[in-house]
């Protein structure tokens, strides 16, 4: 079985995790968090533990800031080989276009959001293909390859069942059945994420564990979730564009509708709140309108 780390973003709880394997050969983690949640990574550890020098190998399901961070500070702290999808790769040895990138969306907010990003040490990397098995410390971890969030997205499947599927299905705080989808720039795709979704289905996984955040076993209803939020998210905000509505319109209307979607299905006010600091609603509208540009080719 797996620990979790809740690495505290932004002071909230449980709304992005690392996630602990203990093998035969050390200690494998599951996402380092971004920078700026370096020091409660750390600090999880020592709560569990493990010294730094334990830490054999990093799986990152993908390179988003949230995700992978701090990667490349603990590649340094530790030694570990951080395994990473082929496409991301080239971008978490050199970050320079990742982080420009990021700068374009996040302005002033880069520092206080994310913290410090460093490059991988190319000797440090593995390049990960689609079904390639992981010796994560001893214990054998399959890459599948799921694109939808992201092109340089990966699954990972333990033998026991379980799958940390990152942001391929989607985002669920613990204690609620809400589940909202993170659609940021510049690579979410509509068509391509419901194919990962029913190639995770297939392979009767026992539990999924998104990043965001923590283990589910309901996962049929899981994964029916995702799939139906991801036609009504679309549908949304296709018909208002049809409508008329600028990209500004929609960033003023999206929240109200996302919050009042979660409040229908037993969300609390807090976590209307905590959806909203993992995956704000603006993220959604600049996503889904880049898609509708670039696959639908709508004039927007």
């Given amino acids: 079985m797996f620990e979790i780390i809740d690495l505290h973003f932004q002071g909230e709880k449980e709304i992005i995790a690392s996630y602990v394997l203990r093998g035969p050969k050390g200690v494998a983690l599951i996402e380092t968090g971004p920078g700026s949640t370096l020091d409660h990574l750390l600090q999880g550890l020592e709560r569990l533990g493990i010294a730094l020098e334990e830490i054999t190998d990093i799986l990152l399901t993908h390179i988003h800031l949230d995700h992978a961070g701090a990667a490349g500070r603990m590649a340094r702290l530790t030694g570990a080989t951080v395994h990473v999808h082929h496409v991301g790769a080239p971008h978490m040895i050199n970050p320079t276009k990742l982080l420009a990138s990021a700068a374009r969306i996040y302005g002033d907010q880069m520092e206080p959001l994310w913290g410090e990003f460093l490059p991988v040490p190319e000797s440090q990397v593995r390049i990960l293909q689609d079904g390639d098995i992981i010796d ?10 799921t694109p ?20 391929v299905a989607a985002v669920r705080l613990p ?7 993170p659609t940021p720039p510049p690579e979410f795709h509509l068509t391509l994420w419901k194919e990962s979704v029913e190639k995770l289905r297939a392979m009767k996984p026992d539990r999924v564990v998104p990043t ?16 139906t939020k991801l036609d009504q998210l679309t549908d949304y905000l296709r018909e ?10 929609l960033m003023a209307a999206l929240p109200g509708w996302l919050a009042d979607q979660a409040r229908a299905e037993g969300v609390d006010e807090e976590g209307v709140h905590r959806y909203e600091v ?6 959604n509208v600049t996503g889904v309108l880049r898609y509708f540009r670039k696959v639908e080719g709508m004039t927007i």
């Fill in 136 to 145: 994560a410390a001893g214990i054998p971890v399959k890459a599948i390859d």
């Fill in 148 to 167: 939808g969030h992201a092109y340089h997205h990966m699954a990972y499947w333990l033998d026991d069942g379980t799958c940390f599927t990152g942001d």
């Fill in 175 to 181: 204690g609620y059945d809400h589940i909202r989808l």
């Fill in 212 to 227: 965001h955040f923590g283990p589910f076993q309901d996962v049929d209803a899981h994964f029916d979730q995702v799939l």
């Fill in 240 to 249: 208002r564009v049809k409508a008329g509505d600028t990209a500004d319109a």
């Fill in 278 to 283: 993992v995956v704000p609603s603006y993220m």
